[in-house]
């Protein structure tokens, strides 16, 4: 049986140059949810996407505009988003942004990051 790893140091933790200006980390990842972090420089953005998982975030720092399934909106600091799976989304920087963002299920594609 292997051993699980609870917890990840900070200083494990990767820095993957998604887009231009858009730097994500994945924090960690179990049986059902994806944790990431998501770095934005001001003006950049996540392109419009589409994928199959549920995706919930929070801004830790900044200022996001955000469109889901053609509706914008602006998100400051503190505020949080829920993005159905399936859904056509993107996000564009105002000022320089952190993002937390939670995945079900699992998003494979980030695992080999950890």
């Given at each position: 049986m292997s051993e699980q790893s609870y917890e990840r140091r900070a200083d494990v933790i990767r820095s993957i140059d998604a887009f231009?200006?858009?730097v994500r980390r994945t924090l960690h990842s179990g049986e059902a949810i994806t944790l990431v972090e998501i770095a934005i420089a001001t003006g950049h953005e996540v392109p419009e996407h589409?994928?199959?998982h549920?995706?919930?975030g929070t801004v830790i720092a900044g200022r996001i505009r955000i469109e889901i399934?053609?509706?914008q909106s602006i998100c400051d600091e503190g505020d949080v988003y829920l993005?159905?799976?399936d859904l056509e989304h993107e996000v564009t920087a105002l000022e320089p942004t952190t993002l937390?963002?939670?995945f079900s299920p699992v998003r494979e594609?980030?695992?080999p990051d950890l």
């Open positions: 231009p200006g858009v589409v994928h199959p549920e995706q919930a399934d053609g509706q993005i159905p799976g937390i963002e939670v594609d980030f695992v």
